[in-house]
């Protein structure tokens, strides 16, 4: 009966890849959603492969691909032989499924993988608007396969941030040195200065001059910060101009990662530019933990080395995500601060009234915490800061405290339990 029901999954393989291709979506989906939950051995997910190569009736959604899903699906088990698989496909992939393999080839914590890696990106690395990264942020292995040759690809400025950011989390980590990169470093360099100079020289809307309401400018924002704090690793009189020169941009948050470099090149700040980093909500806590972390905390003043202050700075960090407010509030307090026998809650209001939807709610409710009282002052909170943006009248101080608190606890408690099973 094993061996029945045995070859019976091999039939179903083949069969499930043929309700691929038909015309009913929910037939399709539901096809794909049997063969996701199926244990692939290597044969069965050598099949998959080979079929991504196929064509597919079109999605409701563009970003639903039929191909990208098989190798997503493979991709749950890897088996070494699926890396020479992957690459043997690749020329047949639709542009979709191309960006699913080199993520998953990226994701693959192997020497062969990323070697073929690198020889994929080689055909296509010219057509990307971003690069597939897989897990060489999180996770960076094989630096010396992956340096200096994927900055070669840096060339197409469209993905060279994504490059950089990865270069840079080897800086970070001191898996890397700068004599690693000397065949890239002119590059890099011109980059840098490049990369100021769209900064310093950026004109802001007359009607509009908001950094958080200029779509273009936080992207250009996102890059510059990278590449400001990747400088730091790169010995250069150049370079040392250059973040000298950005000491005068009106951008704080820009400020404190040109400031932070120059101290790793051992150069250093006057008191007025880190009173302004450390006054600056948004960039505040990112300087303390940056100073901390290059053995100059001392720079840091000591007129905002409070929990108070590393509070409102979590919960502004929080606010910024483009998912929750997406940007500085205009106005915000601190109004109570929570103490348990071990660690202390601090609850905010804020308001925005620079966007029209978030005018009308005025004041809403924030928490930021919980922080140990062992530690304090740190801007380490215990994932917990958070808001529903209920109005601030609506409830009492310690009403959206536990509001908060206990939506966190089910969250957290739903995530164990997930894991465990």
Same mark, same amino acid.
């Given at each position: 009966m094993k061996i029945l029901d045995f070859l019976k999954g091999k039939e179903n393989i083949d069969k499930l890849i043929e309700k691929l291709q038909n015309s009913d979506e929910d037939k399709r989906n539901e096809a794909l959603k049997k063969l996701s939950g199926m244990q692939l051995g290597l044969t069965?997910?050598?099949? @998959?492969?080979? *079929?991504? #190569?196929?064509?597919?009736?079109?999605?409701?959604? /563009?970003?639903?691909?039929i191909s990208s899903d098989l190798i997503n699906i493979c991709g749950k088990n890897p088996y070494n032989?699926?890396?020479?698989?992957?690459? =043997?496909?690749?020329?047949? +992939?639709?542009?979709?499924?191309?960006?699913?393999?080199?993520?998953f080839l990226a994701r693959y914590e192997n020497e062969q993988a990323l070697i073929g890696y690198l020889k994929l990106l080689e055909k296509d690395y010219d057509k +990307?608007? =971003?690069?597939?990264?897989?897990? !060489?942020? &999180?996770?960076?292995?094989?630096?010396?396969? !992956?340096f200096p040759r994927l900055l070669k690809f840096a060339v197409n400025k469209d993905i060279?941030?994504?490059i950089y950011m990865i270069l840079l989390n080897c800086f970070d980590s001191g898996i890397i040195k700068e004599a690693q990169i000397k065949e890239s470093k002119a590059m890099i360099i011109n980059d840098v200065v490049d990369m100021a100079s769209k900064v310093l020289n950026y004109k802001f809307d007359e009607d509009n001059k908001c950094l958080w309401n200029d779509d273009e400018y936080l992207e250009l924002r996102y890059a510059a910060g990278?590449?400001?704090? !990747?400088?730091?690793?790169i010995n250069s009189a150049e370079v040392t101009l250059t973040l000298r020169n950005l000491m005068k941009i009106k951008d704080i948050k820009l400020?404190?990662?040109?400031?932070? =470099? @120059?101290?790793?090149?051992? /150069?250093?700040?006057?008191?007025?530019?880190?009173?302004?980093? *450390?006054?600056? =909500? /948004?960039? &505040?806590?990112?300087f303390y933990d940056n100073l #901390?972390?290059?053995?100059?905390?001392e720079l840091f003043p000591e007129e905002y080395k409070n929990q108070k202050a590393f509070a409102e700075s979590n919960m502004v960090d929080w606010l910024i995500y483009p998912t /929750? +407010?997406? &940007?500085?509030?205009?106005?915000i307090e601190l109004m109570n601060v929570f103490d348990t026998e071990e660690e202390e809650y601090y609850l905010f209001r804020f308001k925005c009234d620079s966007v029209e939807a978030s005018k009308e709610d005025g004041w809403m409710a924030g928490v930021s915490g919980p922080f140990s009282k062992n530690e304090m002052p740190t801007t380490l909170a215990g994932g917990y800061t958070f808001s529903h943006f209920e109005k601030w009248e609506s409830k009492t101080p310690e009403e959206h405290l536990n509001s908060i608190v206990d939506n966190i606890s089910k969250y957290w408690m739903k995530r164990a339990e997930e894991l465990e099973n």
């Amino acid at each position: 009966m094993k061996i029945l029901d045995f070859l019976k999954g091999k039939e179903n393989i083949d069969k499930l890849i043929e309700k691929l291709q038909n015309s009913d979506e929910d037939k399709r989906n539901e096809a794909l959603k049997k063969l996701s939950g199926m244990q692939l051995g290597l044969t069965e997910g050598m099949k @998959l492969l080979e *079929a991504s #190569k196929k064509q597919f009736p079109k999605c409701t959604f /563009e970003w639903q691909d039929i191909s990208s899903d098989l190798i997503n699906i493979c991709g749950k088990n890897p088996y070494n032989e699926y890396i020479l698989k992957i690459e =043997s496909i690749y020329d047949d +992939l639709n542009p979709n499924a191309k960006i699913t393999a080199l993520n998953f080839l990226a994701r693959y914590e192997n020497e062969q993988a990323l070697i073929g890696y690198l020889k994929l990106l080689e055909k296509d690395y010219d057509k +990307l608007m =971003s690069l597939p990264v897989g897990n !060489l942020n &999180r996770n960076p292995v094989n630096v010396d396969i !992956l340096f200096p040759r994927l900055l070669k690809f840096a060339v197409n400025k469209d993905i060279a941030v994504d490059i950089y950011m990865i270069l840079l989390n080897c800086f970070d980590s001191g898996i890397i040195k700068e004599a690693q990169i000397k065949e890239s470093k002119a590059m890099i360099i011109n980059d840098v200065v490049d990369m100021a100079s769209k900064v310093l020289n950026y004109k802001f809307d007359e009607d509009n001059k908001c950094l958080w309401n200029d779509d273009e400018y936080l992207e250009l924002r996102y890059a510059a910060g990278v590449y400001f704090d !990747l400088a730091g690793y790169i010995n250069s009189a150049e370079v040392t101009l250059t973040l000298r020169n950005l000491m005068k941009i009106k951008d704080i948050k820009l400020k404190l990662f040109a400031a932070i =470099s @120059l101290i790793k090149l051992g /150069e250093t700040i006057s008191e007025e530019d880190a009173m302004k980093i *450390a006054a600056d =909500s /948004e960039s &505040r806590n990112w300087f303390y933990d940056n100073l #901390k972390r290059v053995g100059k905390v001392e720079l840091f003043p000591e007129e905002y080395k409070n929990q108070k202050a590393f509070a409102e700075s979590n919960m502004v960090d929080w606010l910024i995500y483009p998912t /929750e +407010l997406g &940007r500085v509030p205009d106005a915000i307090e601190l109004m109570n601060v929570f103490d348990t026998e071990e660690e202390e809650y601090y609850l905010f209001r804020f308001k925005c009234d620079s966007v029209e939807a978030s005018k009308e709610d005025g004041w809403m409710a924030g928490v930021s915490g919980p922080f140990s009282k062992n530690e304090m002052p740190t801007t380490l909170a215990g994932g917990y800061t958070f808001s529903h943006f209920e109005k601030w009248e609506s409830k009492t101080p310690e009403e959206h405290l536990n509001s908060i608190v206990d939506n966190i606890s089910k969250y957290w408690m739903k995530r164990a339990e997930e894991l465990e099973n």
